[in-house]
Nanobody, 116 residues
Framework: QVQVVESGGGLVQTGGSLRLSCAVS????????MNWFRQAPGKARELVAA???????SYADSVKGRFTISRDSAMNTTYLQMNSLKPEDTAVYYC??????????WGQGTQVTVSS
């Protein structure tokens, strides 16, 4: 059974950095497209960054130039490096894995809080 587990959230000051990790177990990781979403209180969940199977990356306009999504296939892990954090980046961050066949798989989420 595939599991998606995020880690690395926490409290950081404005301008600081955090790196989120998303470990995927149970399947061939390189066949998955990977995504990071976030959901702030009272707001809809939004796609922050995506990494296709071929390595193409895309970002929400609000995080372009500040966030970087990457993959370490040997570790079955996807990362979200977040720099120059702002209070509006405060949210629960979710990792989502898209297998070649089947439904999207979600992690449990990790809280990121940016203090002003």
């Amino acid at each position: 059974q595939v599991q998606v587990v995020e880690s690395g959230g926490g409290l950081v000051q404005t301008g600081g950095s955090l790196r989120l990790s998303c470990a995927v177990s149970g399947r061939t990781f390189s066949n998955y497209a990977m995504n990071w979403f976030r959901q702030a209180p009272g707001k809809a969940r939004e796609l922050v960054a995506a990494l296709s199977r071929s390595g193409f990356t895309s970002y929400a306009d609000s995080v372009k130039g500040r966030f970087t999504i990457s993959r370490d296939s040997a570790m079955n892990t996807t990362y979200l490096q977040m720099n120059s954090l702002k209070p509006e980046d405060t949210a629960v961050y979710y990792c989502a894995a898209d297998p070649p066949i089947g439904s999207r798989l979600w992690g449990q989420g990790t809280q990121v809080t940016v203090s002003s």
